[in-house]
């Protein structure tokens, strides 16, 4: 067995822009095998997962939903809380019993998990039916890895954080709405957060690589792009000529893209320059990721979250202000280690003045490595689940309440495809993402067209076509 040399490994790559070549590596070995991929976490991962699949697809590989009949089964991992780490444990099982059925099937893992050497060891000692294991910083790499593969299990995984690679191929999911990385990894540090550590420091691509991309992605008849990273407001700060997230979001704009979004906003780096560029152009959409994570400025502090309870709340303040109709949503972590009553009672008070569109609310996951795993935590977890109990009554409440705003009106959807509750109706976004679903002709899919807004529930929009 080969435990990686993640030592060895670290020392690997350089600080820079590296174009990788495209080769056609099809291969006879693989060429009209099934792969199946399942990916876990966020956009990022989805994304990732787009270039996972064109890497496979370019050995020959076919896409399967089944994963009974795969060659090649691969797992996109996520890392930033405990659940997901043991629902990749739980699915692995299931495939060593596959594998004992099909000798022959190939399993890879990949994504975030790797990133942490514990785990890629755990699965070197534990999981020898594993064939490959490998990274976020080389999936452009993974059709070579899975070519060349001369060990029983093969381990690449590495951890430097200098590169960014251009030129790589995706298979992207949708032929109207694309994912474009602005930067990887993260500088932020937030104590509870592993995403430093497995996604290395910040490094952002150059704008001119990414213009690139929009460009080409206008050309082929997309309608909407979302610029991703985990922090995309610090965007070009690490550049060697720095430029800023909001000259990034107005040269977007200004490709003719019909519509752009951008995740994850961190408040910090949040500035007037950005809310201005986003008020002016009237194909950025008006709609906001702003993780709170907490609304009490003690438990902030411990968070290393850099803003008070009211910094927060005046920014919020400001983007509701200036830029109309705005929808704003956050992420709000409960039972973080020394989080008392009036702690959370504060971020219900913040809750309550904010009444956000929508929230992702998360219990605290201590996560090996991270400075506040090492915090003493007294709470007990039933008092935590309550607590995150009343914030979610709280949550839909609101987002019910913003819905509800939108009954009798009539607003453009974005129309992405059949509704998979119900094959007779499509749906679509809305500029501010709601989720709206209709009756309308499949032939819609694709357009921006006039909804009127009929139902309103927590989650999403019933709506129906109206002429202009
Ligand atoms: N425990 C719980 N939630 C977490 N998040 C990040 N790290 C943790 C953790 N250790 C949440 C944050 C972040 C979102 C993507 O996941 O709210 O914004
Ligand atoms: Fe994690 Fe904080 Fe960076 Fe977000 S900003 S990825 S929560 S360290």
Redesign the pocket.
Known sequence: MNLPDMKEAKKRGENHTKYVRQENLVSKAFLGKRYFIRTYG?QMNVHDSEEICACVENLGFIKTEDMQEADLVILNTCA??ENAHDKVFGYLGRLKHLKREKPDLMIAIGGCMPQQEDVTEEICKHHPYVDLVFGTHNIHDLGRLLLEKKRKQEVDVYSIEGDVYENVLYKRDSHITAWVNTMYGCDKFCT???VPYTRGRQRSRKMEDILLEVEDLVKQGYQEVTLLGQNVNAYGKDLEVPVSFATLLEKVSKTGISRVRFV?SHPWDFTDEMIDIIAKYDNIMPYIHL?L?SGSSRILKLMGRRYTKEEYLSLFQKMKERISGVAITT???VGFPGETESDFEETLDVVNTCQFDGA?T??????AG?P?SKMKDETDLSIKEERLHRLNELVNHYSLQNNQAYLGKKVPVLVQGVSEKDPNKIYGYTDTMKLVNFSASKEMIGRIIPVLITDAKSFSLDGEIVSD
């Open positions: 966020c930033i809380r509870y957060c592993i994850t993780p994570q992420d709000i972590i992702y998360f219990i605290f996951s201590p996560r991270t506040a």
